[in-house]
Antibody
């Protein structure tokens, strides 16, 4: 069974840093892209960042570019999100997700969050 | 403001059917596959539909997806009270090189 378990959330002051972790099990971790998605209180889903299976390619939403860094340790089956220069608007539940992605025979691209963790809460106080 | 546009809410009676629209552009829905997610109250999102119209195991066939041009639609037939949830569309935006979601649609089963 695929399982994703996030940790590392908490209360931090504006301008501070936090590192989230996501422990994965039940699948070949290094074969899949992974992503972080967040949800501010009472708001919708916001894709934050993604990383390829090898870790060689990373992608970011404009809202976090230059402040957040996604990484992975395939030897530990763990995904990370280093969050620096945190702002009040970064307050959210952060979900880790196993991504299925690729091109079909017609060269259309698919990218979807196949499995989600339960999330970890980050609160940034101003 | 979300890259993909969904209606904030829809409602229908039990047993009826409902559709939820998702509008995008040529750089996202127009060239990439669409997925749909269901988020029940107080829980994490769950994949409901992938690659426009495919259902993962566990998704009842009452749920269907379609895509035409730069828009996609989620259909739900035989509505049940347990379907009350927030529904999100998502895809990849090739211009942004980023994942994108719709703002979400709250389904109320009256």
């Amino acid at each position: 069974e695929v399982q994703l378990l996030e940790s590392g959330g908490g209360l931090v002051q504006s301008g501070g840093s936090l590192r989230l972790s996501c422990a994965a099990s039940g699948f070949a971790f290094n074969s899949y892209d992974m992503s972080w998605v967040r949800q501010a209180p009472g708001k919708g889903l916001e894709w934050v960042s993604g990383i390829s299976g090898s870790g060689g390619s990373t992608y970011y939403a404009d809202s976090v570019k230059g402040r957040f860094t996604i990484s992975r340790d395939n030897s530990k089956n763990t995904l990370y999100l280093q969050m620096d220069s945190l702002r009040a608007e970064d307050t959210a539940v952060y979900y880790c997700a196993k991504v299925s992605s690729g091109y079909d025979r017609a060269w259309f691209y698919y990218y979807y969050m196949a499995v989600w963790g339960k999330g970890t809460t980050v609160t940034v106080s101003s | 403001q979300s890259v993909l546009t969904q209606p904030p809410s829809v409602s229908a009676a039990p047993g009826q059917e409902v559709t939820i629209s998702c509008s995008g552009s040529s750089s996202n829905i127009g060239k990439n596959y669409v997925s749909w997610y269901q988020q029940l109250p107080g829980t994490a999102p769950k994949l409901l539909i992938y690659e426009n119209n495919k259902r993962p195991s566990g998704t009842p066939d009452r749920f269907s997806g379609s895509k035409s041009g730069t828009s996609a639609t989620l259909g739900i037939t035989g509505l049940q009270t347990g379907d009350e949830a927030d529904y999100y569309c998502g895809t990849w935006d090739s211009s942004l090189s980023a994942g994108v979601f719709g703002g979400g649609t709250k389904l109320t089963v009256l």
